[in-house]
């Protein structure tokens, strides 16, 4: 009888555990679609909850010159379910959008030349809804990031494609850049930073690998792991005898805008 108790009790200890480490790494997927409206049980594609939110409110007009991101008053934007945010990483200290950062949008056009002034403008419909984020790395030196107001998560991925501007000079260049050699690319990279400041891991993406331009690709951040902030930056250069160069470290030659849209995060 002792016996039989010993290993009742064991096996209820062991049921205990397995239980309280299925809760520990049990972790909630939400779906950034950056729309003001939700979608019932999530996306089809994974069943993820589906953030809503207030994003129209972040959305500038005009795109270029607007008072949001070039009144001084220090853009940003903020999720509620996730606490997942972005402002202005300010480099030029004019608290504008000309030191870069992450704005959302719902510009989507084809302007047979666009400039400057369709900076937040896509030529493809968004991944959902009608809303997106566009990205504008003006310097490495001071990146544009996403960063969890509180505490931490995972962004595990998201979708990204070029903006018209940044494609239209690429293609066919401007008074101030050249069109992309044939050997060119642009690289994207994203860098995970934890709660203490240090480096998690990078991730990279070619948002050109010579001149060809791209719809939406989905871009797997998960090696990033659990962070505090994701920093994004950009560099392009030339494919040289198989190795690739790039021409910058600092400042990107050409227009430095892309797009994103659905942002999974793992909380």
């Not at 009888?1 to 205990?16: D, K, N, P, V």
């Not at 972040?58 to 402002?87: H, K």
């Not at 160069?245 to 030659?253: F, I, K, L, R």
Request: aromatic residues 14%.
């Amino acid at each position: 009888m002792r016996h039989l108790t010993l290993a009742i009790t064991t096996l209820l200890l062991l049921c205990s555990c397995d239980k309280v480490n299925t809760e520990i790494t049990a972790q909630k997927k939400v779906l950034i679609t950056f729309e003001d409206t939700s979608f019932a049980g999530g996306d089809a594609e994974s069943n993820n909850t589906v953030t809503t939110g207030w994003w129209e409110q972040y959305i500038d007009s005009p795109q270029y010159g607007g008072d949001l991101l070039y009144g001084g008053n220090g853009y940003a934007w903020y999720d509620n379910s996730t606490t997942l945010t972005s402002y202005l990483p300010d480099y030029w200290g004019d608290k504008t959008f000309f030191g870069g950062g992450i704005a959302i949008s719902d510009y989507v056009e084809n302007p047979a030349e666009p400039t400057y002034e369709q900076q937040l403008t896509i030529g493809s419909t968004p991944v959902s809804g009608k809303n997106f984020a566009v990205c504008y790395v003006a310097t490495n030196l001071c990146p544009p990031f996403l960063e969890f107001k509180y505490g931490t998560g995972t962004i595990s991925s998201l979708y990204v494609i070029p903006t018209v501007y940044t494609n239209a000079i690429v293609q066919n260049g401007n008074a101030f850049s050249a069109p992309m050699a044939q050997n060119g690319y642009i690289r994207i990279q994203a860098t995970g930073i934890d709660k203490d400041g240090n480096t998690t891991s990078t991730a990279e993406m070619y948002l050109y690998d010579g001149r060809n331009f791209n719809s939406w690709r989905k871009w797997d951040l998960s090696s990033l792991g659990v962070v505090k902030r994701v920093e994004f930056r950009m560099y392009e250069g030339t494919t040289e005898d198989g190795v690739r160069v790039d021409s910058t470290a600092e400042y990107p030659n050409f227009p430095s805008y892309f797009a994103l849209d659905n942002i999974l995060v793992l909380l």
